[in-house]
């Protein structure tokens, strides 16, 4: 692998696809691009070549048990991935491809074993996104796409980002502005009767609810299915430390929290309501600003803040949870990851964590 990787800026104009060809021809040679999708961008390879799909965990270093999603162009392209496809994932593909549902589905034999960690099913998912659609196109073959960060860390929602954490690792970056939702796909597992939410996401459970019967992962006793494998890993975390406290809990006690942490002499950074911030001092490194429940900026924004805090230096990030309903379930979601500990809901939990 070359020590930089190209980075091309696609401009909207006639070259932006001859940018996507020679992209598309570092897939047919079985290299890596990075790709800007609707959700977060991509680390793309050829999914039906176990060869380039084993690159994919190498530069990302991601654990090998932790299978990946194909992505596809048209609906017509699942029929050769996937078999005994249930009338429920008919009714979700038509309903919300393209866009940010991944299915999970029983494969085809010929998918590699890289691709599915040797699964008998398969993930899949149409973008919404026409740069990441006519690049898997160009392709001509299903795209294997991971979130295009170093394994753990935020997902990057910019090409910038990508290239911080992946420089040199893959061959080419394609910077197609930033992705308009900053969440991952919702992952939903469709191989039996009942669809299961194996990881919130861009489709929020009141949407897919509209269509067919769902269930969350948590709501199932955990040893009857199998969740996302993905899921048992530290994620989406930034180098400080973050902590989640209840929106009440952090907006009574905001003062005393900065007091305590300075007298530690760590340095704080604060994720919060609107209602929050306007209680903080100016030094005080803030990101957020929402209002009431209004979250879809904190999910648009949330990955990039997280890796603001860390270019600030800041070593302790104060988080106030949002409600679970819509988007909000994939905020909370990533957010519990992130956090070192449960959510901080009064002074005895506090103290049982801080003392
Ligand atoms: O929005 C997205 O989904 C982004 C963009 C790039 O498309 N991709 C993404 O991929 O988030 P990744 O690899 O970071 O997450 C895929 C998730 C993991 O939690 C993985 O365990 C789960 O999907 N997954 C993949 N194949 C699966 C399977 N056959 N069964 C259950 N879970 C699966
Ligand atoms: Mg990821």
Known sequence: MKLKSSYWQLKNNQEDIEILNKAAHIIKNNGLVAFPTETVYGLGANGLSSVAVEKIFLAKGRPSD????????????????????????????????????????????????????????????????????????????????????????????????????????????????????????????????????????????????????????????????????GMKYKHYSPKASVYLFTEEFLQSNILFLLEFFEQKQWKVGVLASQEVLQKLPKEIISFGGWQCDKTDDLAKNLYRWLRDFDKCGVEIILVSSVRTDNIGQAIMNRLEKAAQTKIIENKQDFDSVFA
């Open 66 to 229: 932790n299978p990946l999603i194909l992505h596809i162009a048209e609906k017509k392209d699942v029929y050769s991935l996937a078999k005994n496809i249930s009338i429920n994932a008919e009714k979700l593909m038509d309903a919300f491809w393209p866009g940010p549902l991944t299915v999970i589905l029983p494969k085809q034999g010929h998918i590699p074993d890289a691709v599915t960690a040797g699964l008998n099913t398969v993930a899949i998912r149409m973008p919404k996104n026409d740069v990441a659609r006519d690049f898997i196109r160009l392709c001509q073959v299903p795209i294997a796409a991971p979130s295009a960060n170093i394994s753990g860390r935020p997902s990057p929602t910019d090409a910038t980002t990508v290239q911080k954490d992946l420089d040199g690792k893959v061959d080419a970056i394609i910077d197609g502005g930033q992705a308009n939702i900053g969440l991952e796909s919702t992952v939903v597992d469709c191989t039996s009767d009942e669809c299961i939410i194996l990881r919130p996401g861009g489709i929020t459970k009141e949407q897919l609810e509209k269509v067919v019967a769902v269930k969350s992962a948590t709501q199932i006793e955990s040893d009857k299915t199998p969740k996302a494998p």
